[in-house]
């Protein structure tokens, strides 16, 4: 498997529900739009019962002392119970978010250096969700779920049909997408003109190769076929990498998946991960050399070769900072990089045949830090 077949692995198997917050002029309550649980958009939040010392905090925009966040926790629980006796992790989720974007210097997750982490909402939920739970362990008539059934069970029921054939459910994510499945084909287009536009790209790819991912006329045929690639990859019973690779082949180039997470996310990946690449990189590399003398004497080694070479330049960094966490969880550079001649060539090296069969980072030189 290539590191982009695996890459598009990752991005087929998204598992997450898409929410958009769309805050209220209320002073009491926050709306969210129809992918919200319908309680919640009617959700009051009990601002005025929150504790005088978290009150002022909230005003003068100070984090909340931890006495006080967990008695706000009580409070907003006991309001989301009057709606629902046992809310889902995703109404919850909601909650933390109202809560969150309102105030976010008193509740939101933030590093000692003042960043914020992730979504900013994390501790909250969990929070929220942990006393949800814990008001509701000893109530089983306000469970969501429903027991169960053995085979045997089913296999008893009046209404149960050995014949009938097994029905697949398929989940229906968009989580962070801005383009999940579009409905509308492109201008001026057919079902069957996307058909012969994807037999075209078949031809191109089987007579020239994925370096034909350059053709001006390929970039325009992924583009207009974006809809036929979505409903493929989101289609039931769900496919495997290979047969939409055997499908879409251009799908599988470092172009066509860029271009198409573009589509997908309205994100550059490729620039989104160099950036982080560089800012979480020298942060990783900023903290094992705060703490030198607490490591062992391979990660001493690794960062002594750091600092020898003075400013990394940013390609540098997101190597360093790898090499230190390939270090730390004693992992070998081999399982990741393979370190070959300066002067092979993409052509050569997918000649040989000692290539391993996992993803690997191919570094030109002696060592993968290279000087």
């Excluded at 034909?212 to 006329?217: I, K, M």
């Excluded at 020898?308 to 270090?327: C, D, P, R, Y």
């Amino acid at each position: 498997m290539t590191p982009l077949l695996w890459s598009f692995a990752l991005l087929h198997q998204l598992k997450h529900q898409a929410i958009h917050v769309h805050p209220s002029s209320s002073t009491s309550t926050t709306m969210y739009n129809h992918y919200s649980s319908s309680w919640v958009s009617h959700l009051q939040i009990p601002w005025e019962r929150f504790p005088l010392r978290l009150s002022h905090a909230i005003t003068r925009g100070d984090r909340a002392h931890p006495e006080d966040r967990r008695s706000m926790v009580r409070i907003v629980v006991e309001a989301m119970q009057v709606h629902c006796r046992n809310p889902q992790r995703a109404s919850c989720e909601e909650v933390a978010k109202i809560i969150v974007n309102r105030y976010p210097q008193t509740f939101a997750d933030f590093t000692e250096k003042g960043e914020r982490l992730g979504c900013g909402h994390y501790s909250l939920l969990r929070s929220i969700k942990s006393r949800v739970e814990h008001v509701n362990r000893d109530n089983t008539t306000h469970r969501l779920r429903q027991t169960k059934r053995t085979r045997n069970e089913e296999d008893c029921s009046p209404n149960s049909n050995a014949t009938s054939p097994k029905k697949v459910r398929c989940l229906v994510d968009s989580y962070g997408c801005v383009n999940w499945q579009p409905v509308e084909l492109p201008e001026g287009g057919t079902p069957a003109s996307l058909e012969e536009k994807k037999d075209t790209l078949l031809t191109i790819f089987n007579s020239e190769g994925p370096g034909a991912v350059e053709r001006p006329d390929v970039d325009d045929f992924m583009c207009l076929t974006y809809i036929s690639q979505r409903q493929l990859i989101n289609s039931c019973p769900s496919l495997s990498v290979a047969e939409i690779q055997e499908q879409w082949p251009f799908l599988f180039t470092r172009k066509g998946l860029s271009n198409h997470f573009y589509k997908l996310t309205g994100i550059d990946i490729s620039e989104r991960l160099s950036q982080a690449l560089i800012t979480k990189g020298r942060r990783i590399i900023n903290y094992f050399s705060s703490q030198k003398l607490k490591w062992n004497l391979g990660i001493r080694t690794l960062i002594q070769q750091i600092e020898s070479e003075g400013v990394l330049t940013n390609n540098k960094v997101g190597t360093a900072a790898i090499l230190l966490m390939m270090k730390y969880y004693k992992e070998d550079e081999d399982s990741l990089f393979v370190l070959a001649d300066e002067t092979s060539t993409r052509m050569s090296l997918e000649a040989e045949s000692n290539l391993p069969i996992t993803p690997r980072l191919i570094m030109l030189g002696k060592k993968s830090f290279m000087k």
